[in-house]
T-cell receptor, first 112, second 117 residues
Framework: DAGITQSPRHKVTETGTPVTLRCHQT?????MYWYRQDPGHGLRLIHY???????DKGEVSDGYSVSRSKTEDFLLTLESATSSQTSVYFC???????????FGSGTRLTVV | AQTVTQSQPEMSVQEAETVTLSCTYD???????LFWYKQPPSRQMILVIR??????QNATENRFSVNFQKAAKSFSLKISDSQLGDAAMYFC??????????????FGKGTKLTVNP
């Protein structure tokens, strides 16, 4: 395994509730990313991190926040989930100076 | 902003035949990487092949090869001797190589490949 795990793998939640998805790596890579995948859109970047406590927005960041308090964990939070946030969420990691991205297995989130 | 376009939402190929998936991209950068990722029904994102823009030689990985045309900003994937296990969604992706942590992967919308026995 590539040393990246996402949890949970599946989640169903109600509209308006907060949700946190976790990405955990054992590779000590500097860069971590959160993407969402929707039919007809490919994968779109939500937020990314280039170090502990260093994060920036991607193209679809509205309604999402992230935190990275230690190298190995990158958390994605939906403060108040909406049905438009039903999606598959992928985490990816990359070491500094190397352009090879490794992806987690994804989290399927359904907001009802 | 960089964009990646895959103009073929779906493709099909007969087993053992060859198929080519198209990808074009738009960038003002001169130094970057291009990727093809495979996503089977398991949902896992699997790197198929990677091309560095500064290399003129086209990348190959076994039955997978690319045709990289930098001036035309084109990056097609050729799959030779197609196998049933090649059936998947294929994504073309781009990453520039700027300093400072702003590098990120930009994806096309994908091409669904069906392999017919």
């Amino acid at each position: 395994d590539a040393g990246i795990t996402q949890s949970p793998r599946h989640k169903v939640t109600e509209t308006g509730t907060p949700v946190t998805l976790r990405c955990h790596q054992t590779e000590n890579h500097r860069y971590m990313y959160w993407y969402r995948q929707d039919p007809g859109h490919g994968l779109r970047l939500i937020h990314y991190s280039y170090g502990v406590k260093d994060t920036d927005k991607g193209e679809v960041s509205d309604g999402y926040s992230v935190s990275r308090s230690k190298t190995e964990d990158f958390l994605l939070t939906l403060e108040s989930a909406t049905s438009s946030q039903t999606s598959v969420y992928f985490c990816a990691i990359r070491p500094a100076g190397v352009y090879g991205y490794t992806f987690g297995s994804g989290t399927r989130l359904t907001v009802v | 902003a960089q964009t990646v376009t895959q103009s073929q939402p779906e493709m099909s190929v007969q087993e053992a035949e060859t198929v080519t998936l198209s990808c074009t991209y738009d960038t003002s950068e001169s130094d970057y990487y291009l990727f093809w990722y495979k996503q089977p029904p398991s949902r896992q994102m699997i790197l198929v092949i990677r091309q560095e823009a500064y290399k003129q030689q086209n990348a190959t990985e076994n039955r997978f090869s690319v045709n990289f045309q930098k001036a035309a900003k084109s990056f097609s994937l050729k799959i030779s001797d197609s196998q049933l296990g090649d059936a998947a969604m294929y994504f073309c992706a781009y990453s520039h190589t700027a300093q400072g942590g702003s590098e990120k992967l930009v994806f096309g919308k994908g091409t669904k490949l069906t392999v017919n026995p």
